[in-house]
């Protein structure tokens, strides 16, 4: 018996290495029709010299540039699988993927305090933002009562010819200041703390991470003056873009295993100088 399991894993072994030389080491997906996004890049792209410097954008304020990038990027993918032991074995629970966190942290280089100051004002951009949602209560709440004292100094005939027109028991100054919540006219989509401080983007070399701050730790020291350490824990829920190689020397992923040898080697993600 177990020279017979040791022959069939020999030839599925066989049959294995002889498909990774025919497809170039490519796993075909459905007879090649679908294929993995890393599969439709093409080698030899041509090159350009850009900056990556990370981008956020901050609800209600726009989009504010690092002064310079983190010295390290943690990106941290988890599965939610519940694993519980039974009698007859382990039962598995497949619930998807837990959101993704990212672990930011670095110094702000020559930018000192004052680049500290502007990763603290984009770690709590929303206690910042509802400042003018504050001032928009406010407003609604004077409209209201400008409604009701229009209300009161308007004449009763003019009011009772203007409810048998719109067909409501209100008045138009209740539908324009707000006072009748079901037909007011008043702007009521008033964001919340949650909803600005859920909508934190992150633009990083063709990667954008949606999600929201966690917590933020800031280190000054005498060993290292005038530089300050940070480190920020960002959560994200969703991600979209999709990242490429970014450097001469890197080569395709997808031509089969390592071989870095100039004839017949993994082909180079961009192209040389010559154009070859």
């Given amino acids: 018996m177990a020279n017979a399991l040791d022959n069939i894993s020999n030839a599925v072994n066989n049959a294995s290495q002889v498909l990774g030389t025919l497809t170039g080491g490519t796993p075909i997906l459905n007879g090649g029709d679908n294929k993995l996004p890393?599969?439709?890049?093409?080698?030899?792209?041509?090159?350009?010299?850009?900056?990556?410097?990370?981008?956020?954008?901050?609800?209600?304020?726009?989009?504010?540039?690092?002064?310079?990038?983190?010295?390290?990027?943690t990106y941290k993918h988890k599965k939610l699988i519940t694993k519980d032991r039974t009698k007859g074995g382990y039962t598995l629970q497949y619930w998807g993927e837990d959101l993704t966190t990212l672990a930011i942290s670095g110094t702000t280089g020559s930018s000192g305090i004052e680049g500290?100051?502007?990763?603290?004002?984009?770690?709590?951009?929303?206690?910042?933002?509802?400042?003018?949602?504050?001032?928009?209560?406010?407003?609604?709440?004077a409209a209201s009562g400008a409604g009701s004292q229009i209300l009161s100094g308007i004449a009763s005939s003019v009011v009772s010819s203007a409810v048998n027109i719109a067909g409501t028991g209100d008045g138009i100054a209740d539908g324009i200041f707000g006072s009748n919540t079901f037909t007011s006219l008043a702007p009521r989509n008033i964001p919340s703390l949650a909803e600005l401080a859920f909508g934190v983007e992150m633009y990083y070399n063709g990667w954008i991470f949606r999600g929201f701050f966690e917590d933020m730790q800031v280190i000054e020291s005498a060993q290292n003056i005038g530089l300050f350490e940070y480190s920020i824990n960002f959560t994200t829920t969703q991600r979209r873009g999709y990242r490429l190689n970014e450097f001469a020397w890197q080569r395709s992923a997808i031509s089969g295993p390592s071989n870095n040898e100039q004839a017949g080697g993994v082909p180079l993600s961009f192209l040389d100088q010559g154009g070859q």
């Fill in 38 to 73: 890393s599969q439709n890049v093409q080698d030899f792209r041509t090159g350009t010299l850009t900056r990556n410097i990370i981008h956020w954008f901050v609800p209600e304020f726009g989009v504010v540039k690092m002064y310079v990038n983190p010295s390290n990027i």
């Fill in 116 to 141: 500290i100051n502007v990763l603290e004002e984009i770690y709590r951009a929303e206690q910042l933002a509802f400042d003018t949602v504050g001032q928009s209560f406010s407003a609604n709440s």
